[in-house]
């Protein structure tokens, strides 16, 4: 029993020793931190330095400068008025506003309204119309928002060295993160707490009645990412760690724009060839009607809900 | 002309509005105020086609009661085209903002002649 025990304390002695040396590493990290900063900021002395000397920024410096500034705000100020002029003088010539008879209310208009329902079962004619009419331009739009995510992905995600330690930049970005950013606010906790699961399951509600109601996989989506964005600030990147990661991102969003892709894929093939889909459309006003929109739906708040997510953490601290 | 554009004040509003986001395009040196200016410009343009869908005395179109009869509902279609609107936009400013970042990393300045300028000393 004694040496069970004296084992543990010797274990225990080591792990305060390997804790005291990781808080040692960190410090010259910061310490080397601070180094590069500087010589940063002297680099860039010398550059506005050598600045001074060209010809083209001296004379830009002096006259040159208020003569061109001038020009281009006058130049600017006249374009942006011209611009204006032109505009309202077109808009003063269009349909009058609220009038019934415009050249936009034309025939693309009274089909989707009077055989929308019959032919997508959607009671929101505008669900049927992007989601079963004009499903390809969705399917766009989601995946230029995947593009978004990932582009930003790769400009702002500081990734660990060959070693798996963390380098320079994670360290400065995650000192500034608890500089900036609450740390166990209370009140903010405790409200987070009230509100993260009516928030998540008026999203969830939103994007269900998406062919019900006004609402949809956009909107729906856009509000349950408001729900995590509140419960990251309120409880860190630990806790939302648990059920958020990459991995999370990157397979949630990818089976909803394969699934999107292929139902739609299906669609189109049977629609080309004048065969039946054989997708039930329901009973219009039910929660499980209008054929394929309410998948869609959830495939499209799904995208949505991962990519303003991973906005906000990559712009916050440049990771998850 | 004045007459015409009182009547059509939503649209009016909207190209003043685009205006002035492209005045602030113009104008601003700061990164964050030109995508500011831009994003003005979006929502001028959102708020135009919403107008256009606009007819009086009519409802949003949802079916109610069955009734599918073309003088009941606006036009659902600037509906569609707004939602794709907001959509690229948020993606594309996102990606704006995140090369503003990277710039502001570099040159620790988010004045856009400043970087110009300190990009061309630093490329000689």
């Known amino acids: 029993m004694r040496d069970g025990f004296s084992g543990l304390d010797d274990r225990i002695a080591d792990s305060l020793k390997q804790e005291a040396a990781e808080k040692e590493n960190l410090k010259q990290l910061l310490e080397q931190q601070r180094e590069l900063t500087d010589s940063r900021k002297h680099e860039r002395e010398i550059a506005l330095d050598r600045m001074a000397h060209y010809d083209f920024t001296k004379w830009a410096h002096t006259r040159g400068q208020k003569v061109i500034t001038r020009l281009y705000v006058a130049l600017a100020l ?44 959607a009671v929101n004619i505008v669900a049927g119309m992007i989601l079963d009419y004009r499903a390809f331009d969705t ?24 070693q798996g330690m963390p380098v320079m930049e994670q360290i400065a970005e995650d000192a500034d993160d608890r500089h900036h950013e609450p740390k166990n606010d209370r009140i903010l906790q405790a409200s987070a707490k009230l509100l993260t699961p009516v928030v998540l399951l008026f999203g ?8 019900l109601s006004p609402g949809g996989g956009f909107s729906g989506g856009a509000i349950i990412s408001a729900g995590l964005i509140l419960y990251l600030n309120a409880f860190g990147f630990e ?28 669609s189109f093939y049977c629609g080309a060839n004048r065969l ?37 953490a990559l712009f916050r601290k440049g990771g998850l | ?28 040196r700061n990164l964050i105020r030109k995508i500011i200016g831009l994003n003005i410009m979006d929502t001028a343009v959102y708020l135009f086609l919403a107008s256009m ?72």
């Open chain 1, 239 to 266: 806790k939302s760690g648990r059920f958020f990661r990459y991995e999370t991102f990157k397979w949630v969003s990818f089976c909803s724009l394969l699934f999107y892709g292929l139902a739609k894929t299906y």
């Open chain 1, 78 to 121: 006249t374009l942006g008025a011209l611009m204006i002029f032109f505009l309202l003088e077109t808009v003063a010539n269009m349909p009058r506003f609220g009038a019934a008879d415009t050249p936009g209310s034309n025939i693309v208009t009274r089909r989707y309204i009077e055989r929308g329902l019959q032919e997508t079962g």
């Open chain 1, 204 to 211: 969830v509600y939103v994007i269900l009645n998406g062919h």
């Open chain 1, 139 to 162: 399917l766009g739009e989601s995946t230029v928002l995947f593009i978004a995510a990932c582009a930003v992905l790769i400009l702002l995600r500081i990734d660990k060295d060959s």
């Open chain 2, 53 to 124: 869908g606009y007819i009086h005395g009519r409802k949003a179109p949802i079916v109610v009661d069955g009734v599918t009869d073309t003088a009941r509902y606006i036009n659902p279609i600037p509906a569609g085209l707004v939602l794709t609107g907001i959509v690229v936009s948020v993606s594309f400013t996102a990606i704006m903002l995140a090369l503003t970042i990277r710039l502001y990393r570099r040159y620790r300045t988010l004045d856009i002649d400043q970087i110009a300028l300190l990009a061309k000393a630093e490329g000689d």
């Open chain 1, 276 to 312: 039946e889909s054989g997708i039930p459309l329901g009973v219009p006003g039910a929660i499980l009607s209008s054929g394929l929109i309410m998948p869609l739906n959830i495939a499209v708040g799904m995208v949505v809900a991962c990519t303003m997510y991973i906005f906000y």
């Open chain 2, 1 to 28: 002309m004045l007459q015409m554009l009182y009547e059509n004040l939503e649209q009016t509003v909207a190209v003043i509005l685009f205006g002035i986001g492209f005045g602030i395009l113009l104008l601003q």
